[in-house]
Nanobody
Framework: QVRLVESGGGLVQPGGSLRLSCAAS????????MGWYRQAPGKERELVAS???????NYADSVKGRFTISRDNTKNTVYLQMNSLKPEDTAVYYC?????????WGQGIQVTVSS
């Protein structure tokens, strides 16, 4: 059974930082491209960042320079370090694992940026 479990979300003030983690099980983690997506109320789900098995990263323009995605294949975990958070970063963040035609999602975790 495939499981992607996100953690590390919560409420943070503007300018603050959070680190999201996604622990994967039931997949051969090292061959999957891992991604973080987010969905704000009334908006479509969008890609935030992704990292390939080889470590190549990709970021949405809105988070470049502020967010960093990384992975630890020994722990089957992908991380999203979020710095200089803005109110517009408020959303439910989802972890995704993708390999060819296979795609798995976590349950999502809330991130709220507010004073």
């Amino acid at each position: 059974q495939v499981r992607l479990v996100e953690s590390g979300g919560g409420l943070v003030q503007p300018g603050g930082s959070l680190r999201l983690s996604c622990a994967a099980s039931g997949i051969t983690f090292m061959i999957y491209t891992m991604g973080w997506y987010r969905q704000a109320p009334g908006k479509e789900r969008e890609l935030v960042a992704s990292i390939t098995p080889g470590g190549t990263t990709n970021y949405a323009d809105s988070v470049k320079g502020r967010f960093t995605i990384s992975r630890d294949n020994t722990k089957n975990t992908v991380y999203l370090q979020m710095n200089s958070l803005k109110p517009e970063d408020t959303a439910v963040y989802y972890c995704n694992a993708n390999y060819r035609f296979l795609s798995y999602w976590g349950q999502g975790i809330q991130v709220t940026v507010s004073s």
